[in-house]
């Protein structure tokens, strides 16, 4: 049977893989030559359900389909494809595809064969392997692989394709002497073309062996979410579905591995959506044989073009047999037949990262601000040359003290700017990749701004532009004119110049603003050569709402305020710390005291809208009782009012803190996000009281300074311990009876705490800082930029030598933990007795290790289990923050 046909699912497929082959990107090549699988042991329960062993006279048409056209592939293949016996014919027990040159005059120079099995032999999951002797020659391009059915997600190549064999241009020799002996495996997925991905792995045969001299055997094992690719039963790549990280909320907050994904629309919705699941590789495909002539990726690698003389009587692709097995242990899922190796499922070795993008972190609707350099770089961010083989300098300038300088030597191309894209890191590089949510500030005046000097100019005549990406490669600007910015002007050769575009103008322009990763400035592509520039102050920022309430004096238009007690709050001095203050003392009426911006009270009559700050925003005092109610059973409380009094929630002190205590400072903070819950609008908050319980007050006169409604500046930090235990939380020793205590330090350190293990002990213990029951810390917002930090004295070491000292960290209940040497923080220093020394562990690695860091609530440093009797030792500045 013939099926003409013209498909073009293939299009641009090879121009994807001569990057592969050719930009040492996304395909790593391996000689490896370790113990292989030995293919004639049988590895499990693999059991043939279909093969084509070629001992016919004739090709098999029940089988094998031809296809018949000259569409080249869609990569501008140089042969017709045909049915013809010349090309493709059954000789001594072997299919043989042969490439030929066409009659004079033909639409194309070559004529050879594409067979395929679709609709006749169909296939999900399965071992798929073939027998084969590869053609040579500059110019030849020989396959064995498979196409989707069905086409199920959508045309090519969201449904997918599986190469398990290419090679082009065998035995062609290189300047150096190097003969060409490598086969390829790669998929194909994702969004449509041209913003498709692809990722795979090349095999280089020994010095002594090419796949064009004799038959080797070329497999893949495609089982559920995995496919292993095989050359004479080694095992050299491994590709999976990519498996997502999610928080205790059930939200994706990142890749525990980055493997393939589908983009489709969805049936009923017609929105497209991205899968990190089993799909595209979870339907029917068929195989594929062909032998192409030219073509993108061939005639553009090793000697370029097509060696006519290699074709001039026939390159032959001769195939003994081909085969597929299904394993019999699952054959719906194709596992529990894997032919593995040691390093089968390595990064460092066969597995293959994948071309997912990173799902987004839900957006925690927080408006923070970010500085990506203001003297020196974000700790999660480059400054960053694409292609020009530069590394951008920082260096001091006159005017502006440390800026980074930018270069361009050529007009090859190039763009350069800042990133905090992982694939984009040095291998030194310390941070974490951290894409920036800048969508809450959209309506606070959000802007991207920076600085910038022209040294030198390019060479040629260009136009300056800016351009910002985000979601991994996803929705970006596209070049924007400098002349767009809200200043308008082209650079100006020596002269520091201001640049600022707001957020709505980029997402106009198409950038996604929840997943800001790279921002770019550069002279239009391939016309910087020559160019200097330096650039500084970059940030992409806005207006946070806040409204202080009371800092070193009152605020007119929420002036201090006694509901009914009839006495007048008064500013007094106090200590050198707070300055001026807000004094408020009650007498025998009862009364609520506080600060009120509604007209009655003299206020302006504006209230405070805090809706773009609900998720991020605090209401935030300090207050000292000078003296307390005369009433002992008194309660200390926090009321907050809106809109005129038509909603309003009262809490006690005590649910953010301690109870107050006479003649000392304290800091309470109330959530915005937990007084909404509590069932404040906080759209018009108009009054805010601290005071004792109604009725209870009298003889009470107390201090209230910075008292503020805003956003905490971006930190949504945490001090576990500085001078003392963050309130909630406790000192703690897990299983060995101790009491962690306060001792006094060196003059730096003052208060610390001490951990001490008894020497005669099992010192099977861990000790810590842990959360009260009910009480976690999120630090969600912190992914990213954040860091969980200590310092740390040990004062005497374990008795046992062999002992190390360890970081643990827990969310509530131990639903996920990590545990890492000390050795293995960012410092990477070893514990030193008699030291005090400063360990870092980045947030964002502790959430790629497994922890849900949306609800920490045990923070632990301690010595091995079971080898730390006699340790003693000490802790301070321990804190989850932004560095």
């Excluded at 089988?63 to 018949?68: A, G, L, M, Q, S």
């Excluded at 990280?245 to 497209?272: D, I, M, P, R, T």
């Excluded at 605020?555 to 001095?573: A, F, Q, R």
């Excluded at 300074?705 to 311990?721: C, G, H, M, R, S």
């Amino acid at each position: 049977m013939t099926i003409r046909t013209t498909y073009t699912t293939r299009l641009l497929a090879a121009i994807s893989l001569a990057s592969l082959a050719g930009c040492g990107g996304d395909a790593a090549t391996t000689k490896t030559d370790i113990e292989k699988v030995n293919p004639t042991e049988p590895v499990s329960d693999w059991r043939m359900v279909w093969s084509d062993e070629f001992d016919t006279t004739s090709i098999d048409t029940n089988k094998w389909n031809f296809e018949v056209n000259c569409a080249g592939g869609g990569n501008n293949e140089k042969q017709c494809y045909t049915d013809s016996g010349q090309n493709a014919f059954i000789e001594g027990g072997v299919l043989n595809i042969v490439a030929l040159p066409a009659a004079e005059g033909a639409e194309k120079p070559y004529t050879s064969a594409r067979l395929n099995t679709r609709y006749n032999a169909d296939f999900t999951y399965g071992r798929f392997e073939i027998r084969a002797k590869l053609p040579a020659g500059q110019g030849s391009w020989p396959a064995f692989w498979m196409m989707p059915t069905d086409e199920e997600y959508g045309t090519w190549p969201r449904s997918g394709e599986i190469d398990i064999l290419e090679a082009v241009n065998l035995k062609t020799v290189a300047d150096d002497g190097t003969v060409e002996s490598t086969i390829y495996g790669t998929l194909h997925y994702g969004r449509e073309w041209p913003n498709n991905s692809n990722t795979g792995k090349a095999y280089t045969f020994p010095a002594d062996m090419n796949p064009a001299d004799d038959f080797h055997t070329y497999a893949i094992e495609w089982q559920e979410g995995e496919i292993r690719w095989y050359v004479d039963g080694y095992l050299y790549a491994t590709q999976r579905r990519s498996e997502v990280l999610y928080n205790s909320k059930g939200e994706a907050v990142g890749l525990k591995h980055k493997g393939w994904f589908a983009e489709y629309f969805q049936q009923g919705s017609g929105e497209l959506t991205t899968h990190w699941d089993t799909a595209p590789y979870d339907k029917d495909f068929y195989l594929i044989l062909n032998h192409a002539v030219g073509g993108d990726w061939p005639e553009n690698v090793n000697n370029l073009g097509i060696d006519e003389t290699a074709f001039a009587s026939g390159q032959r692709f001769e195939i003994d047999y081909v085969r597929v097995y299904e394993c019999a242990s699952d054959p719906k899922t194709g596992k529990g037949c894997e032919t593995i190796r040691p390093g089968y499922d390595s990064l460092d070795d066969a597995l293959v990262e994948g071309a997912a993008p990173v799902p987004k972190p839900p957006s925690a609707g927080v408006a923070a601000n970010l500085d990506i350099f203001d003297g020196s770089l974000n700790a999660n961010w480059i400054a960053w040359d694409c292609c020009g083989g530069t590394t951008p300098a920082v260096i001091n300038d006159a005017d502006k003290g440390d800026v980074v300088q930018f270069n361009i030597n050529d007009n090859n191309g190039t763009v350069l700017g800042f990133s905090t894209r992982g694939g984009h890191f040095p291998d030194d590089f310390t941070g974490t990749s951290s894409p920036f949510d800048a969508s809450p500030l959209v309506e606070l005046n959000g802007r991207l701004s920076f600085q910038m000097k022209v040294v030198t100019p390019p060479t040629s005549a260009t136009t300056w532009l800016l351009k910002a990406e985000a979601g991994d490669g996803g929705p970006n600007t596209g070049d924007v004119p400098l002349t767009l910015s809200n200043e308008g002007a082209a650079p100006a050769v020596g002269q520091w110049q201001s640049y600022t575009f707001p957020l709505a103008l980029l997402q106009e322009k198409g950038l996604d603003l929840s997943a800001i990763d790279v921002l770019m400035v550069f002279p239009a592509w391939q016309t910087g050569a020559g160019a200097e520039y330096l650039i500084t102050n970059v940030a992409i920022e806005g207006d946070l709402p806040n409204v202080d309430l009371f800092t070193d004096g009152q605020n007119l238009d929420w002036p201090m305020w006694n509901c009914c007690g009839g006495s007048t709050p008064v500013e007094v001095m106090d200590d050198e710390v707070h300055g001026l203050t807000a004094e408020f003392s009650i007498g025998a009426e009862p009364t609520v005291i506080g600060f009120n911006t509604r007209t009655s009270a003299g206020g302006s009559g504006t209230p405070f809208d805090a809706t773009s700050i609900l998720a991020g925003g605090v209401l935030q005092f300090d207050l000292k009782v000078i003296s307390p109610p005369n009433n002992p059973e008194s309660s200390w409380l926090m009321k907050i009012e809106s809109n005129g009094g038509d909603t309003a929630v009262e809490l006690p002190l005590t649910n953010v803190g301690d109870a107050p205590v006479t003649a000392e400072w304290q800091t309470y903070t109330f959530k915005l996000a937990d007084l909404a819950a509590e069932g404040l609008d906080v759209s018009a908050i108009d009054v805010v009281m601290i005071f004792p319980a109604w009725g209870t007050g009298e003889g009470a006169v107390y201090r209230i300074d910075n008292a503020k409604i805003y956003t905490p500046e971006a930190n949504q930090e945490i001090t576990l311990f500085d001078e003392s235990v963050a309130a909630q939380w406790s000192m703690w020793d897990c299983c060995a009876g101790s009491t962690p205590t306060i001792a006094v330090d060196d003059s730096e350190h003052n208060n610390v705490i001490e951990f001490m293990v008894g020497s005669e002990g099992s010192g099977e213990t861990v000790l810590g800082i842990k959360a009260d029951d009910g009480v976690s810390f999120d630090a969600s917002a912190l992914v990213g930029s954040g860091v969980v930090k200590f310092d740390m004295k040990v004062v005497s070491a374990p008795t046992n030598a062999n002992a190390e000292w360890l970081f643990k960290i827990e969310s509530s209940g131990a639903t996920s933990a990590v545990q890492l040497p000390l050795s293995s923080s960012v410092e990477g220093q070893s514990v030193a007795t008699g030291q005090w020394q400063t360990y870092t562990f980045t947030v964002q690695s502790l959430l790629d290790a497994g922890l849900d860091v949306s609800d920490i609530n045990v923070v632990m440093v301690f010595a091995s289990w079971g080898q730390s009797q006699g340790a003693v030792y000490r802790i301070d500045n321990m804190m989850i923050t932004n560095p």
